[in-house]
């Protein structure tokens, strides 16, 4: 890649970061530290309260279900004896995270609609009907969905952490003991760091709670307050100041997986011997169930919508028609958006590369920068597009009569998907670029290239290939974004959200063309994961 | 080296494919940046609508209004945890500075709320001259057609006629603890509905219907159609709701009726004041950007032909107009003759009355 243009790319990034998660970042904290708006008290009232406990508890629900499901899977992934095994459970695994989370939100939403004898009563007996149920049904939801990210870890873990532990422990244990007992404790860093993470997503996730009847959690009333907060002078301030306890929270979670995320960052080398077994009966049958489990998880809405869509007021011909046509209509511009972020993303992560010999306040100005990136990607989605939407529609930049940034383009839409989603290219660019041998650049600083050239012929050739991944998965992201997307959305650009639209008209129940329209987005996660995997896979 | 470079091939290739597709979509979406000059969108121009009717029921229509006229019309729809209050505050946001030219509400508290801050400006449609009187505003800032009912949906499978509520104060009754889901009061019809009651009942008689409805562990959903769906999977047995979330789930085959409950007063001594049927609203925002064609689009919405296509449609939303009324055989069970404009000023109120007692 030519220097020039890796220069180029550095400020197309620096722009995009000041642009978005900077944006966020200043409005809320010149916002709020105006104090409360008015009516609005520092000390949240006894319903906040509330909604904070349930949204522990669902968030709590939700990391242990997904440890449940991530463990069988992770040890799979790692004990898998062959190579397409392994990718085939890769694959399965990485849809999930790439799925609208209203998606399977909606596949259990018509689940529980069901009018079935034998589902109804079974939900019955688990007590998922009663009206207090809403955060474990929601818990479920989201364990479904989030449940891929500690299997990746845990594996990753296992490969380059625990397997020397492993090894040992099968000395006198079985396989399973031995992952149980030898290798999981000295896991420990990691998967904290995935349970902060599943707990931090499960929190601020404004989708699936609404959807499954979950109202009395925190991230619902965000949604809600989202649309109170505008008629207040500072909305960012309202919603921050209505909502600290919880982004303490996760702020401190987020801080807690720190330590993980620096022992992940150690990791190098191939724990090739892991995927070795003694008994490869055993390990194909264990793979074997992993595959069904993942299979169940991944697809399994594609079963319930199909099955569902059998017997409907309108035929699938019909179904498929009406929702292709809506994609025609909001389909394009998402897929605008999504790529727009997918590029902004990569450039962002390129620009806040850095290396050891560089000047110590660029190093500074690099750490500092992924830090905002980080922390504005856990803030709740309606703060972030109310900071943006705020900034954005000011006076001074978005009020301009006949045409302006926030009425006839989609910038303040893409920002917000960097805010989100920046984080995915920027953390990944930032761990590969501590493994990268310290010797490549010395050779190319002692050929006289500058700090940039360095970047260009050390580092970025060897990381392209993973971030270019990323690139993709923010742009998977961001195809199925609904809380941000809603509030940001350009009044007089060519269209809006797609998501936007499938998620508002997931609320009103069991409908075909609703149900079609998920089943394209399923499709659509299914072939993005296809596409990465075949990006990631290793020489 | 070479075999490797083969076998690599299909990776290569789906990055590059992967790649240049982010490339064109992006160059794509900087298109209509060389363009968005011509904010009109043609020789027809174009009018940025704002609209809380439910995005099913008003995309059709506003399709075809493009399609008649040649107007491109630009959408902003809100959802459905923000019901009308979202898009209604965004309104008063921007006031100083309006983005839209129409407004679009599925109710009417919030529109006459808008006309008194001075959000909407005087237009008479040309096609509403047959609209009844109560169903205009006197200054014409607003037109409303289409009435919706708030109804008590219930499962008639699971629930005896006799246990129905009559009133919505006897919701408060303990045989019904734990039993109704209601939407957010702070949003949608639900909010005008209880700024309704306050003003026919008075503070103190709202005040106790709310810490009846808590103390009876009350159900609050994310929006009308979500009550509904909690009654079909018999979470609670009655659901506060507009007829049009019943019709729909009854098209879509649920087990589920509703009745009409009366908003008489808690200690029945006030005069029986019927069924509220609550009508959309359509208006001219003050300072509407492109606002000749806004009227166009408000004279399209406020004719007859969109009110009877709205009572075809699964909203069945009933007519105002007498006349189409009697063509379409179309009827509002108990009619109340509440004055809305009553109900409108007693909003704010309500939204306080509801944080602080009902949500409390």
């Known amino acids: 890649m030519p220097t020039p243009l890796v220069r180029l790319v550095r400020f197309f990034g620096w722009t995009a970061f000041l642009a978005s998660s900077a944006v966020v970042a200043g409005a809320v904290v010149v916002q709020a530290a105006g104090g409360p708006e008015i009516e609005q008290r520092l000390w949240p009232t006894p319903r906040l309260w509330r909604y904070f406990f349930a949204t522990l508890w669902m968030s709590s629900a939700t990391v242990v279900m997904a440890l449940a499901l991530a463990t069988p899977v992770a040890y799979a992934l790692v004990r898998s004896p062959r190579r397409w095994q392994r990718q085939a459970l890769h694959t399965l695994t990485v849809i999930p995270l790439l799925t609208m989370p209203s998606v399977y939100a909606y596949a259990w939403f018509i689940l529980a609609t069901n009018r079935g004898a034998i589902l109804q009563p079974v939900m019955g007996f688990?007590?998922?009907?009663?009206?207090?149920?809403?955060?474990?049904?929601?818990?479920?939801?989201?364990?479904?969905?989030?449940?891929?990210?500690?299997?990746?870890?845990?594996?990753?873990?296992?490969?380059?952490?625990?397997?020397?532990?492993?090894?040992?422990?099968?000395?006198?244990?079985?396989?399973?003991?031995?992952?149980?007992?030898?290798?999981?404790?000295?896991?420990?860093?990691?998967?904290?760091?995935?349970?902060?993470?599943?707990?931090?997503?499960?929190?601020?996730?404004?989708?699936?709670?609404?959807?499954?009847?979950?109202?009395?959690?925190?991230?619902?009333?965000?949604?809600?307050s989202a649309n109170v907060a505008r008629r207040y002078a500072r909305p960012a301030a309202y919603l921050f100041w209505q909502s600290w306890p919880m982004l303490a929270v996760t702020v401190l979670l987020a801080l807690s997986a720190l330590p993980g995320l620096r022992q992940m960052s150690k990791w190098g080398g191939d724990g090739g011997l892991v995927h070795e077994t003694s008994r490869p009966t055993s390990a194909s049958r264990t793979w074997g169930i992993s595959v069904v489990v993942a299979i169940v998880l991944a697809l399994g809405p594609i079963l319930v919508f199909?099955?569902?869509?059998?017997?409907?007021?309108?035929?699938?011909?019909?179904?498929?028609?009406?929702?292709f046509r809506t994609i025609r209509v909001a389909g394009v511009p998402t897929l605008m958006v999504a790529a727009c972020a997918g590029l902004a993303g990569v450039a962002v992560a390129v620009a806040l590369l850095d290396e050891p010999r560089w000047p110590r306040p660029l190093r500074f100005a690099s750490a500092a920068t992924t830090g905002i990136v980080v922390l504005v990607a856990i803030l709740p989605p309606p703060l972030i597009g109310t900071s943006l939407a705020s900034f954005f529609s000011s006076e001074i930049i978005g009020n301009a009569k006949h045409w302006n940034i926030y009425d006839n383009t989609p910038v303040t839409w893409v920002a917000a998907?960097?805010?989100?989603?920046?984080?995915?290219?920027?953390?990944?660019?930032?761990?590969?670029?501590?493994?990268?041998?310290?010797?490549?650049?010395?050779?190319?600083?002692?050929?006289?290239?500058?700090?940039?050239?360095?970047?260009?012929?050390?580092?970025?050739?060897?990381?392209?290939?993973?971030?270019?991944?990323?690139?993709?998965?923010?742009?998977?992201?961001?195809?199925?974004?609904?809380?941000?997307a809603g509030l940001v959305q350009p009044p007089q650009w060519?269209?809006?959200?797609?998501?936007?639209?499938?998620?508002?008209?997931?609320?009103?129940?069991?409908?075909?063309?609703?149900?079609?329209?998920?089943?394209?987005?399923?499709?659509?996660?299914?072939?993005?994961?296809?596409?990465?995997?075949?990006?990631?896979?290793?020489? | 080296m070479r075999r490797t470079q083969r076998k690599h091939r299909p990776v290569r290739l789906a990055l590059y494919g992967a790649n240049a597709i982010l490339l064109v979509m992006s160059l794509l979406s900087l298109w209509p940046l060389g363009c968005a000059g011509d904010s009109d969108g043609g020789s027809a121009g174009a009018v940025v609508v704002y609209c809380s009717v439910d995005i099913g029921f008003a995309e059709p229509i506003l399709d075809d209004f493009t399609r008649e006229t040649g107007i491109r019309v630009h959408r902003q729809f809100d959802?459905?945890?923000?019901?009308?209050?979202?898009?209604?505050?965004?309104?008063?946001?921007?006031?100083?500075?309006?983005r839209a030219d129409v407004w679009w509400s599925s109710e009417i508290f919030g529109t006459m709320q808008l006309a008194a801050d001075g959000v909407l400006d005087a237009y008479r449609p040309?096609?509403?001259?047959?609209?009844?009187?109560?169903?205009?505003?006197?200054?014409?800032?607003?037109?409303?057609?289409?009435?919706?009912?708030?109804?008590?949906?219930?499962?008639?499978?699971?629930?005896?006629?006799?246990?129905?509520?009559?009133?919505?104060?006897?919701?408060?009754?303990?045989?019904?603890?734990?039993?109704?889901?209601?939407?957010d009061?702070?949003?949608?019809?639900?909010?005008?509905?209880?700024?309704?009651?306050?003003?026919?009942?008075?503070?103190?008689?709202?005040?106790?219907?709310?810490?009846?409805?808590?103390?009876?562990?009350?159900?609050?959903?994310?929006?009308?159609?979500?009550?509904?769906?909690?009654?079909?999977?018999?979470?609670?047995?009655?659901?506060?709701?507009?007829?049009?979330?019943?019709?729909?789930?009854?098209?879509?085959?649920?087990?589920?009726?509703?009745?009409?409950?009366?908003?008489?007063?808690?200690?029945?001594?006030?005069?029986?004041?019927?069924?509220?049927?609550?009508?959309?609203?359509?208006?001219?925002?003050?300072?509407?950007?492109?606002?000749?064609?806004?009227?166009?689009?408000?004279?399209?919405?406020?004719?007859?032909?969109?009110?009877?296509?709205?009572?075809?449609?699964?909203?069945?939303?009933?007519?105002?107009?007498?006349?189409?009324?009697?063509?379409?055989?179309?009827?509002?069970?108990?009619?109340?003759?509440?004055?809305?404009?009553?109900?409108?000023?007693?909003?704010?109120?309500?939204?306080?009355?509801?944080?602080?007692?009902?949500?409390?």
Request: hydrophobic share 45%; glycine share 8%.
């Open chain 1, 306 to 323: 199909a099955v569902s869509l059998a017997g409907g007021r309108y035929t699938i011909t019909q179904s498929f028609a009406e929702a």
């Open chain 1, 494 to 539: 060519i269209g809006g959200s797609l998501a936007v639209y499938i998620d508002s008209q997931m609320h009103y129940g069991r409908h075909n063309q609703t149900i079609a329209l998920s089943l394209i987005m399923v499709g659509g996660a299914v072939m993005a994961g296809l596409v990465l995997s075949l990006i990631a896979r290793r020489r």
């Open chain 2, 126 to 183: 040309t096609t509403a001259d047959d609209i009844p009187r109560q169903y205009r505003d006197r200054a014409d800032r607003w037109t409303a057609f289409g009435l919706r009912g708030r109804v008590l949906a219930y499962d008639p499978k699971r629930t005896r006629a006799e246990d129905l509520p009559r009133r919505w104060c006897d919701l408060v009754d303990p045989k019904y603890r734990g039993r109704v889901a209601m939407a």
């Open chain 1, 126 to 224: 688990l007590g998922l009907n009663a009206p207090g149920a809403g955060p474990l049904c929601a818990a479920w939801v989201l364990a479904v969905w989030l449940w891929p990210i500690p299997a990746l870890i845990l594996a990753a873990a296992f490969r380059y952490g625990g397997a020397g532990a492993y090894r040992l422990a099968c000395l006198d244990a079985s396989p399973l003991r031995a992952f149980l007992v030898g290798a999981l404790p000295v896991m420990r860093g990691p998967m904290m760091a995935a349970c902060a993470v599943v707990f931090v997503l499960a929190a601020i996730d404004s989708t699936v709670a609404p959807l499954v009847g979950a109202s009395d959690v925190w991230s619902t009333e965000m949604l809600a």
């Open chain 2, 185 to 360: 009061p702070r949003f949608g019809t639900t909010r005008g509905h209880m700024a309704t009651l306050l003003s026919l009942w008075g503070e103190p008689a709202m005040m106790k219907f709310y810490e009846g409805l808590r103390g009876n562990g009350f159900h609050r959903s994310d929006g009308n159609s979500h009550s509904v769906l909690m009654l079909v999977r018999g979470v609670v047995d009655y659901a506060a709701t507009d007829t049009d979330d019943v019709i729909v789930a009854q098209q879509r085959g649920d087990s589920i009726a509703m009745v009409y409950p009366d908003l008489d007063t808690p200690d029945g001594k006030g005069p029986a004041a019927g069924t509220l049927w609550i009508p959309c609203s359509v208006a001219l925002v003050n300072g509407a950007p492109h606002g000749s064609v806004a009227r166009k689009l408000i004279d399209y919405l406020a004719s007859a032909k969109i009110e009877e296509r709205l009572y075809a449609s699964d909203s069945r939303n009933v007519p105002v107009r007498p006349g189409l009324r009697k063509k379409l055989g179309a009827s509002a069970p108990g009619e109340s003759d509440v004055d809305y404009a009553a109900a409108a000023a007693m909003l704010d109120r309500s939204d306080a009355l509801v944080t602080d007692v009902l949500l409390k």
């Open chain 2, 79 to 98: 959802t459905e945890a923000g019901k009308t209050t979202g898009l209604l505050h965004k309104l008063l946001a921007e006031r100083q500075n309006p």
């Open chain 1, 417 to 484: 998907m960097l805010a989100r989603f920046a984080f995915v290219p920027v953390c990944l660019a930032q761990l590969l670029n501590r493994r990268i041998p310290g010797e490549l650049a010395d050779q190319a600083l002692s050929d006289g290239a500058n700090r940039i050239e360095r970047l260009t012929c050390a580092r970025l050739p060897l990381m392209w290939r993973p971030l270019a991944a990323a690139g993709v998965a923010v742009a998977g992201l961001s195809l199925s974004e609904v809380a941000a």
